[in-house]
């Protein structure tokens, strides 16, 4: 099945505390951003609320697509080692 987002919303990953507002928008698909629009000193931190968000039982309403950091980064091998586990949710 071939799905098609017309419209995309970057979220930056620190700033995962606005989900209900950006829920609430008209994109089709939610992607949370963990490399660029994160701050170097949050970018853990922001994973880890993500994380939790899966943990909590997915409180998207929209499709999420995740961008990590870059995969020859520690933290960027970090990035796709502990989404992995929720990979069905996004």
Not at 72 to 81: M, N
């Amino acid at each position: 099945m071939l799905y098609r987002f017309k419209s995309n919303l970057f979220v930056p990953g620190h700033k995962m505390h606005n989900l209900e507002d950006v829920q609430r928008t008209d994109v089709n698909a939610l992607i949370i951003d963990l490399e660029d629009g994160c701050p170097d000193d949050l970018k853990k931190e922001a994973r880890e609320d993500l994380i939790n968000n899966f943990k909590d039982g997915n409180k998207f309403s929209k499709p999420v697509f995740v961008r990590v950091n870059d995969p020859i980064t520690d933290l960027g091998r970090e990035d796709i080692d502990l989404i992995s586990d929720y990979q069905e949710l996004i």
